[in-house]
C-alpha cells in the first residue's frame, strides 16, 4: 500500500451558526471556514494533514482549537486577543448559503519557517488569502511548498465581488498555483464578460469549476472534460465545494504527491477524479452545515479509493 502524502493547509478558521428557519433567532453551530473544512475531509480519509490558521482568545476559540485536534488536523495556530470568529450563515429554500462574516483580527498572520518540511501539497484560498494582513504569510509559506516539490493548489472562495487590491492578490496566486479550484460563481465576480472561456485561459495546469448541480468541469493543458452532478435531497450546501476540493486532492494524490501528479494525469484520470469529488460534495449536501454522513463517506471511501 502506498503512503499517503502529508497535506498542509492554509485559511480562515470560523464558527459557522446557520439560521434555522426564519425567526426567532435559533442557529446551528458547527466549526467552519473553507479549507477547514477541505482538511476535515482529507483527514476522515486518512490523509496527514497540517493546518494553519488563526483563533481568538474566548472560550469558544479554546473550544474550536480543541475540535480541530480531535479532527486530527494537527492545527497551528496564532493566538489573536479577540472572540473566535463567526460566519452567520442563512439559507434560501434551496439550501444555497448568504454568509455575514465577523472576523475581528488585525495583526498580520506570520508562520514560522520551515513548517513545510516533506509535504506532498499545499492547499490554501478563501477570505484569508484575500487580506493584505496575511498575504506576507501566505506568499511565504506558498514559496516554501514550491521549494520542498509540493503541488501547489489554490480555492478563492471569493463570496462576495473583491477590490481591486483583493483582485491583485487573487491574480498573484493564479500565477503560482498548479491546481484552481473555483466555483461558476467566483468564475462570473472574477470574469463577467465570458468566465468559461477566462478560466481555461488561466496560467495553472488544471483548472476545475463546480457547477452546483450541474457537476464539475475541469481543463487540464489543452483537453477538457465535463461530469454530470449527482441528484441527493439537499440539506444545505455549507461546504460543498470544499467538500469537492478533498476529494478531488484525495484522488490526484492517492499514489503519492509533489507537482508530478498532474504531469502523469490524463482526461480519463481526470473524469475519475471528478466523478469522485462531484459524489463526494453531493453527500456533503446532505447534512446540516459543512459536514459528511459516516456511513456514506465509508461507501464513497471503498468506491473511490481502495486499493
Ligand atoms: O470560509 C467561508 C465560509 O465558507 C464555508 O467554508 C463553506 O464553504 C463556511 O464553512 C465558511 O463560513
Same mark, same amino acid.
Not at 9 to 24: A, H, K, R, T
Not at 78 to 86: E, I, K, T
Not at 179 to 190: F, G, I, M, N, T
Not at 248 to 268: F, I, K, Y
Given at each position: 500500500?502506498?503512503?499517503?502524502?502529508?497535506?498542509?493547509?492554509?485559511?480562515?478558521? +470560523?464558527?459557522?451558526? &446557520?439560521?434555522?428557519?426564519?425567526?426567532?433567532?435559533?442557529?446551528? %453551530?458547527?466549526?467552519?471556514?473553507? &479549507?477547514?473544512?477541505?482538511?476535515?475531509?482529507?483527514?476522515?480519509?486518512?490523509?496527514?494533514?497540517?493546518?494553519?490558521?488563526?483563533?481568538?482568545?474566548?472560550?469558544?476559540?479554546?473550544?474550536?482549537?480543541?475540535?480541530?485536534?480531535?479532527?486530527?488536523?494537527?492545527?497551528?495556530?496564532?493566538?489573536?486577543?479577540?472572540?473566535?470568529?463567526?460566519?452567520?450563515?442563512?439559507?434560501?429554500?434551496?439550501?444555497?448559503?448568504?454568509?455575514?462574516?465577523?472576523?475581528?483580527?488585525?495583526?498580520?498572520?506570520?508562520? *514560522?519557517?520551515?513548517?513545510?518540511?516533506?509535504?506532498?501539497?499545499?492547499?490554501?484560498?478563501?477570505?484569508?488569502? =484575500?487580506?493584505?494582513?496575511?498575504?506576507?504569510?501566505?506568499?511565504?509559506?506558498?514559496?516554501?511548498?514550491?521549494?520542498?516539490?509540493?503541488?501547489?493548489?489554490?480555492?478563492?472562495?471569493?463570496?462576495?465581488?473583491?477590490?481591486?487590491?483583493?483582485?491583485? /492578490? &487573487?491574480?498573484?496566486?493564479?500565477?503560482?498555483?498548479?491546481?484552481?479550484?473555483?466555483?461558476?460563481?467566483?468564475?462570473?465576480?472574477?470574469?463577467?464578460?465570458?468566465? =468559461?472561456?477566462?478560466? /481555461?485561459?488561466?496560467?495553472?495546469?488544471?483548472?476545475?469549476?463546480?457547477?452546483?448541480?450541474?457537476?464539475?468541469?475541469?481543463?487540464?493543458?489543452?483537453?477538457?472534460?465535463?461530469?454530470?452532478?449527482?441528484?441527493? /435531497?439537499?440539506?444545505?450546501?455549507?461546504?460543498?465545494?470544499?467538500?469537492?476540493?478533498?476529494?478531488?486532492?484525495? +484522488?490526484? +494524490?492517492?499514489?503519492?504527491?509533489?507537482?508530478?501528479?498532474?504531469? %502523469?494525469?490524463? +482526461?480519463?484520470?481526470?473524469?475519475?477524479?471528478? *466523478?469522485?469529488?462531484?459524489? =463526494?460534495?453531493?453527500?456533503?449536501?446532505?447534512?446540516?452545515?459543512?459536514?459528511?454522513?459516516?456511513?456514506?463517506?465509508?461507501?464513497?471511501?471503498?468506491?473511490?479509493?481502495? %486499493?
Amino acid at each position: 500500500m502506498v503512503e499517503k502524502p502529508a497535506i498542509a493547509l492554509v485559511g480562515e478558521s +470560523l464558527v459557522d451558526l &446557520v439560521l434555522e428557519g426564519e425567526s426567532p433567532l435559533t442557529f446551528t %453551530g458547527s466549526l467552519g471556514g473553507s &479549507v477547514l473544512n477541505t482538511a476535515t475531509v482529507l483527514a476522515r480519509l486518512g490523509y496527514p494533514v497540517r493546518f494553519f490558521s488563526e483563533v481568538g482568545e474566548d472560550w469558544l476559540s479554546a473550544w474550536s482549537e480543541a475540535e480541530m485536534a480531535r479532527r486530527g488536523l494537527n492545527p497551528k495556530l496564532r493566538r489573536h486577543p479577540g472572540p473566535m470568529p463567526l460566519a452567520l450563515v442563512r439559507l434560501d429554500p434551496e439550501g444555497n448559503a448568504r454568509y455575514s462574516f465577523h472576523r475581528p483580527f488585525q495583526a498580520p498572520f506570520l508562520p *514560522e519557517a520551515g513548517a513545510l518540511r516533506g509535504v506532498g501539497a499545499f492547499h490554501f484560498g478563501s477570505l484569508f488569502a =484575500l487580506e493584505a494582513r496575511t498575504a506576507k504569510g501566505v506568499a511565504a509559506l506558498l514559496e516554501e511548498a514550491a521549494r520542498a516539490g509540493a503541488l501547489l493548489s489554490y480555492d478563492p472562495n471569493l463570496r462576495g465581488l473583491p477590490s481591486p487590491e483583493e483582485r491583485a /492578490r &487573487v491574480e498573484a496566486y493564479l500565477g503560482r498555483v498548479d491546481l484552481l479550484k473555483l466555483s461558476l460563481e467566483d468564475a462570473r465576480l472574477l470574469f463577467p464578460e465570458a468566465p =468559461l472561456e477566462a478560466v /481555461r485561459r488561466l496560467p495553472p495546469r488544471l483548472k476545475v469549476l463546480t457547477l452546483g448541480p450541474e457537476g464539475a468541469l475541469a481543463f487540464l493543458g489543452e483537453g477538457e472534460v465535463r461530469v454530470p452532478g449527482v441528484r441527493v /435531497r439537499v440539506v444545505d450546501t455549507v461546504g460543498a465545494g470544499d467538500t469537492f476540493t478533498a476529494g478531488l486532492l484525495a +484522488l490526484l +494524490l492517492r499514489r503519492g504527491g509533489g507537482r508530478g501528479v498532474l504531469e %502523469g494525469l490524463d +482526461l480519463e484520470g481526470l473524469r475519475e477524479a471528478l *466523478e469522485a469529488a462531484v459524489a =463526494l460534495s453531493a453527500l456533503a449536501c446532505t447534512v446540516r452545515g459543512a459536514g459528511l454522513p459516516e456511513e456514506g463517506l465509508a461507501a464513497w471511501r471503498a468506491r473511490w479509493l481502495a %486499493g
